[in-house]
T-cell receptor
Framework: GAVVSQHPSRVICKSGTSVKIECRSL??????MFWYRQFPKQSLMLMAT?????????EQGVEKDKFLINHASLTLSTLTVTSAHPEDSSFYIC????????????FGPGTRLLVL | AQTVTQSQPEMSVQEAETVTLSCTYD???????LFWYKQPPSRQMILVIR??????QNATENRFSVNFQKAAKSFSLKISDSQLGDTAMYFC????????????FGGGTRLMVKP
């Protein structure tokens, strides 16, 4: 149980285009989902926290107009990288948690984004 | 604010031997959770072990055990009988309900298990 999927696993796009990454909790309802960014050989950096039905909370320094997050249902959150540029190339990881166990996060397998 | 420090960027160990990864943290909270996550080359984050701060007994999960020293704010991970599949990045993480309900990660330790 507690499986989180991400789609796509890998995406290559041209500079200036937008890319949408989906994060789904497959066998549980996730009241909160998190989006992380990870550069090579570095730790996970929290970008934003999204709660179902409300606006996402972004970490300091993360552009909310560039990284659009939607958490429309208890099993789906999406991250859209708008007008992507090469510097947005990175590994993006989502995680999800159940409301009753705030300390436990279940991680998706990640999405590798390459912007040409 | 909570901080988590992993002082060993890289480590290596021979197969079947034991290795200990270090983690220290800084917090003013008394109730919190500590975790070790493994990130193998596939990049999937895998929970290795967790420790509740109110529990004095060190957590163990098969070949993985921790040495939790609350007063010293230290949380090391011991891997016994290391296997090639243990090769991965290991992240120490901290959670408290009083800090936005978010995980705070350390910088990671890259562990290489050599045959």
């Amino acid at each position: 149980g507690a499986v989180v999927s991400q789609h796509p696993s890998r995406v290559i796009c041209k500079s200036g285009t937008s890319v949408k990454i989906e994060c789904r909790s497959l066998d549980f309802q996730a009241t909160t989902m998190f989006w992380y960014r990870q550069f090579p050989k570095q730790s996970l950096m929290l970008m934003a926290t999204s709660n179902e039905g409300s606006k996402a909370t972004y970490e300091q320094g993360v552009e909310k107009d560039k990284f659009l997050i939607n958490h429309a249902s208890l099993t789906l959150s999406t991250l859209t990288v708008t007008s992507a540029h090469p510097e947005d190339s990175s590994f993006y990881i989502c995680s999800a948690r159940v409301g009753g166990r705030l300390e436990t996060q279940y991680f998706g397998p990640g999405t590798r984004l390459l912007v040409l | 604010a909570q901080t988590v420090t992993q002082s060993q960027p890289e480590m290596s160990v021979q197969e079947a031997e034991t290795v200990t990864l270090s983690c220290t943290y800084d917090t003013s909270e008394s109730n919190y959770y500590l975790f070790w996550y493994k990130q193998p080359p596939s990049r999937q984050m895998i929970l290795v072990i967790r420790q509740e701060a109110y529990k004095q007994q060190n957590a163990t999960e098969n070949r993985f055990s921790v040495n939790f020293q609350k007063a010293a704010k230290s949380f090391s991970l011991k891997i016994s009988d290391s296997q090639l599949g243990d090769t991965a990045m290991y992240f120490c993480a901290f959670f408290t309900h009083n800090a936005g309900n978010m995980l705070t990660f350390g910088g990671g330790t890259r562990l290489m298990v050599k045959p």
